[in-house]
C-alpha cells in the first residue's frame, strides 16, 4: 500500500521545515505584540487604513499594539533594533499553564490554536523569562495526553472517529492517523483482505470507460 | 512493515503433515525436504504445508501447542502476570489464522482455539500499551520487553515510534542550547 505522496512533517522545535505545509500554516499564526518605534505608512500591511491618504491612519505609532503572524515576527525580532516585541499569547500564559498542569487530558487543543506544540515550540525562539516554564508545559501535556490518544486509536475500527479527534491539536491527530493505521493493516490482515489484489488507489479516480461500452 | 510481511516470515515454521502421495527427497535452496510416504507423518515448512493442502494432497497436524486446555493455561498464565510470558511460538498469531482458515477440518474445536489465541492477543497489547504509557510518563531512557512477538512490536510499532520521536525533540526545547539561529544580514 505504497503512498504517492510523501508529505514533509512539521519540524516540531525551535527550528521549522522549510518545505513543511504544516509549518506554513503554523507560523502564519497571530501573536499580541506592540511596535517598538514608529512605523509610518506600514498600517497597510496589517491589513489596516486601506484606501485612505491620511498619513496618521496609515502608520503606527511608537507603543501601538499589534496582532503580527509568526513568520513576521521571527523576521523581525531583534534585540539590537527593537522594532516589534512580542507577548505570549493567553494560552501559553501562566494562568492556562497550571490548567495544563491540572489535567491536560479536558482542554480542547483544536480550539486553542490547532498547532499548540508547533507554535510553542517557536515561541521558544523570543527570550523571554519563561521559556523553561513554557517547553516543560508543552513535555508535560504532550505526555499527558499519549495515553488517551494511544488507546482511542488502537480501539476504534470502523467508527466515526471525528468526536475522538476533534478536540486534538493537528500533531496528535497526524499520531491518530498512525495509530489508525496501524490497527486497519492488522484487521485487514486477519481478515484475509491483505492478499486479495485490488485496484491502486492512484488509479482508481481515472475513470475509464469499460470495455463493453467503447464497443458499439 | 506489513503484516502479510510478517505472515511471509512465519510461513518458514516447521509444521508437520502426512502425505497421500509419495515423492523423494527434494533439494530446495533452503534446505532438503522430504522423502514424502503416504500415511507416514513428515515435517515440512508452512508455506508447503498450506500448498499442499489446498491441492489436497495431505492432512495437517496441528502443533502440540494448538489444543484447548494448553491455550488455556497460556491465557490464563498471561492475564495473572505483569510481565509477557513466553508463547509457544514467536508466531503464534500468524499460524493461528493460516491453520485454522486451510485446513480447520483437521484440527479439533477450531473455533474455541481462536477464540483463546484472540483472548492472549487482547491480553498482550493491553499490557504493551500500559508499558508504553508508563515508558512515556517515566520519560525513560530505554525499556526492555521480553516475549514479544513480532506480529505485536508491528502493530504498535509506528505509531509509539513517531510519539517517542515527537517526545524526543519537545524535550530538547528543554536545552536552550546553542542560540546562533539569528542571522544578521546587517
Redesign the interface.
Given at each position: 500500500?505504497a503512498e504517492a505522496y510523501f508529505p514533509v512533517g512539521p519540524g516540531?522545535?525551535?527550528?521549522e521545515n522549510f518545505l513543511s505545509l504544516d509549518d506554513i500554516l503554523m507560523s502564519q499564526e497571530k501573536l499580541p505584540g506592540r511596535a517598538e518605534s514608529a512605523l509610518p505608512r506600514l498600517a497597510v500591511l496589517m491589513g489596516q487604513g486601506a484606501g485612505s491618504d491620511n498619513f496618521w491612519l496609515l502608520s503606527f505609532l511608537q507603543g501601538s499594539k499589534l496582532e503580527i503572524p509568526l513568520w513576521l515576527a521571527k523576521g523581525l525580532h531583534?534585540s539590537k533594533r527593537r522594532i516589534i516585541s512580542v507577548e505570549l499569547p493567553k494560552i501559553f500564559r501562566e494562568a492556562w499553564r497550571t490548567v495544563f498542569s491540572a489535567d491536560a487530558n479536558v482542554v480542547d487543543l483544536h480550539k486553542m490554536g490547532p498547532y499548540y506544540?508547533g507554535f510553542g515550540?517557536q515561541l521558544?525562539?523570543f527570550e523571554n523569562p519563561e521559556?523553561?516554564e513554557i517547553?516543560?508545559t508543552?513535555?508535560q501535556t504532550?505526555?499527558a495526553r499519549?495515553?488517551r490518544?494511544?488507546?482511542s486509536?488502537?480501539n476504534a475500527y470502523n467508527e466515526d472517529t471525528s468526536a475522538l479527534v476533534a478536540r486534538l491539536d493537528e500533531?496528535e491527530r497526524?499520531?491518530f492517523q498512525?495509530?489508525q493505521?496501524?490497527?486497519n493493516?492488522?484487521q485487514?490482515?486477519?481478515k484475509?483482505q491483505?492478499?486479495q489484489i485490488t485496484a491502486s488507489s492512484l488509479v482508481q479516480n481515472y475513470g475509464k470507460r469499460k470495455l463493453a461500452e467503447v464497443d458499439g | 512493515m506489513e503484516p502479510a510481511e510478517v505472515e511471509f516470515l512465519a510461513e518458514k515454521e516447521l509444521v508437520t503433515i502426512v502425505p497421500n502421495f509419495s515423492l523423494d527427497r527434494i533439494h530446495l535452496i533452503g534446505g532438503d525436504l522430504g522423502p514424502f510416504n503416504p500415511g507416514l507423518p513428515v515435517e515440512v515448512p508452512v508455506w508447503l504445508a498450506i500448498n499442499l493442502k489446498q491441492r489436497q494432497k495431505c492432512r495437517l497436524i496441528p502443533p502440540e501447542w494448538m489444543d484447548v486446555g494448553k491455550l488455556e493455561e497460556i491465557r490464563d498464565q498471561e492475564r495473572k502476570e505483569d510481565t509477557f510470558t513466553p508463547m509457544p511460538s514467536p508466531y503464534y498469531m500468524e499460524l493461528t489464522k493460516l491453520l485454522l482458515n486451510y485446513a480447520s477440518d483437521n484440527i479439533p474445536r477450531a473455533d474455541e482455539i481462536r477464540t483463546l489465541v484472540k483472548d492472549t492477543w487482547d491480553t498482550r497489547m493491553a499490557k504493551l500499551r500500559l508499558s508504553a504509557d508508563s515508558f512515556v510518563r517515566q520519560q525513560e531512557a530505554h525499556a526492555k520487553l521480553d516475549n514479544l512477538t513480532l506480529m505485536e512490536i508491528n502493530t504498535t510499532g509506528t505509531f509509539l515510534t513517531q510519539a517517542l520521536d515527537h517526545m524526543y525533540k519537545l524535550r530538547t526545547n528543554l536545552q536552550p542550547g546553542e542560540s546562533s539561529h539569528s542571522q544578521d544580514f546587517w
Open positions: 500500500m516540531l522545535g525551535m527550528e531583534d506544540y515550540s521558544l525562539n521559556n523553561p517547553a516543560q508543552i513535555l504532550f505526555i499519549f495515553r490518544i494511544m488507546d486509536s488502537q500533531l497526524a499520531l498512525v495509530g493505521k496501524g490497527l493493516d492488522f485487514c490482515w486477519e484475509g491483505a492478499s | -
